[in-house]
T-cell receptor, first 118, second 111 residues
Framework: GAVVSQHPSWVICKSGTSVKIECRSLDFQATTMFWYRQFPKQSLMLMAT?????????EQGVEKDKFLINHASLTLSTLTVTSAHPEDSSFYIC??????????????FGNGTRLTVT | DQQVKQNSPSLSVQEGRISILNCDYTNSMFDYFLWYKKYPAEGPTFLIS?????DKNEDGRFTVFLNKSAKHLSLHIVPSQPGDSAVYFCAAMVKTDKLIFGTGTRLQVFP
């Protein structure tokens, strides 16, 4: 089945530093990838839609200068949390849809990245 | 504004019996619905989906029912197995590709 690899799986960083999270589709191409964030015991909240070769589309309330998204190829999207603060500590999950399948084909998710900012 | 709601945060079911997970939505523009299963510290895995033009979709032990007039869908798992214990999210989508998730229901299947 389709596999989405997300790296790192967990990271601890100091306040004020930046952290990059990678999301790769391993056996399919994805023109669009999605970044979600999940707080404890809450739903997955869509942060932004990453579009290959163009700017990401951010959801309302998500700071695009803080959460930098780059979708440089059909298999790789990165999320960089800039100048991280403790309130950015969360579980970040990426997802991708196989571009060769229909628009209603299911999203495939990475295993997530647990970010802790101290 | 929570467009997709799962009002039961948890459900406990005995092995072999049926598990019924419910989901309500408010946006009548949703045209596709999916159920995902999630283990702790892992990403969600796709289970089953249904288009808004259908009212039932079945895949093995999993069946999803859609009641558009009530804006309600449910996931039936029968027979339930201990390995089914996880958090289940329903999700809904409009043509823009955005997937909106519910708050999740933690299912525990006990022997």
């Amino acid at each position: 089945g389709a596999v989405v690899s997300q790296h790192p799986s967990w990271v601890i960083c100091k306040s004020g530093t930046s952290v990059k999270i990678e999301c790769r589709s391993l056996d399919f191409q994805a023109t669009t990838m999605f970044w979600y964030r999940q707080f404890p015991k809450q739903s997955l909240m869509l942060m932004a839609t990453s579009n290959e070769g163009s700017k990401a589309t951010y959801e309302q309330g998500v700071e695009k200068d803080k959460f930098l998204i780059n979708h440089a190829s059909l298999t790789l999207s990165t999320l960089t949390v800039t100048s991280a603060h403790p309130e950015d500590s969360s579980f970040y999950i990426c997802s991708a849809r196989d571009s060769s399948r229909g628009a209603n084909s299911p999203l495939h998710f990475g295993n997530g990245t647990r970010l802790t900012v101290t | 504004d929570q467009q997709v709601k799962q009002n039961s945060p948890s459900l406990s079911v005995q092995e072999g019996r049926i598990s019924i997970l419910n989901c309500d939505y408010t946006n009548s523009m949703f045209d596709y619905f999916l159920w995902y299963k999630k283990y702790p510290a892992e990403g969600p895995t796709f289970l089953i989906s249904i288009s808004s033009i259908k009212d039932k979709n079945e895949d093995g032990r999993f069946t999803v029912f859609l009641n558009k007039s009530a804006k309600h869908l449910s996931l039936h798992i029968v027979p339930s197995q201990p390995g089914d214990s996880a958090v289940y999210f329903c999700a809904a989508m409009v043509k823009t590709d955005k997937l909106i998730f519910g708050t999740g229901t933690r299912l525990q299947v006990f022997p």
